[in-house]
C-alpha cells in the first residue's frame, strides 16, 4: 500500500499481481481507517480480535451476504467490478485501459463487464463529421 503515490498491489487470479489506484476520496477513507488501528500487521484489512490476522475470504463473503439482505438485491464483488467497468467507459477511458485496471490479459473479457448503452453510442455517433 502506497497512499502518498494512491496506489496498492493486489494479487489476482493464478497469484498474478498488479498496481491498482485509488481516488482522492479512497485515500481519506483508507487513512481514516488505518489511523484507527493500533496494531503492525502487515496487512490493511484484519480481524478484529487479536492477534490481528488477514481477513479471511469466508468473512468477505460474510459481508456481501449480508448486505445483499439488508439492500434486498444481490450484491457481490463481481458486480462492482461490472460497476467499475462501465462507470470507467463512461467516463471515456479506453477499452483497453480499463482492461488493464481490472487485470484482464484480453479486451474481450474485459468487454464483458461493460453494458454499452445506446444513449452512449447516440451521443458517440452524433460526434461523426
Do not use: W
Not at 493500533?38 to 490481528?52: A, G, I, N, Q
Not at 469466508?58 to 464483488?77: A, M
Request: proline share 3%; aromatic share 8%; net charge positive.
Amino acid at each position: 500500500l502506497d497512499l502518498q503515490n494512491r496506489r496498492f498491489r493486489v494479487r489476482g487470479k493464478g497469484n498474478k499481481e498488479r498496481i491498482c489506484f485509488l481516488t482522492p476520496r479512497a485515500k481519506c477513507e483508507l487513512q481514516r481507517y488505518l489511523n484507527t488501528r493500533k496494531d503492525d500487521s502487515p496487512y490493511v484489512f484484519v480481524t478484529e480480535r487479536s492477534p490481528k490476522r488477514k481477513v479471511a475470504t469466508s468473512t468477505i463473503q460474510g459481508i456481501f451476504k449480508r448486505l445483499t439482505q439488508e439492500l434486498g438485491f444481490n450484491v457481490h464483488p463481481h458486480k462492482l467490478r461490472h460497476f467499475f467497468a462501465d462507470n470507467a467507459h463512461e467516463a471515456g477511458i479506453d477499452v483497453l485501459d480499463i482492461s488493464r485496471m481490472l487485470g484482464h490479459e484480453s479486451v474481450d473479457t474485459t468487454k464483458i463487464y461493460m453494458s454499452i448503452n445506446a444513449d452512449d453510442l447516440a451521443y458517440k455517433h452524433a460526434r461523426l463529421r
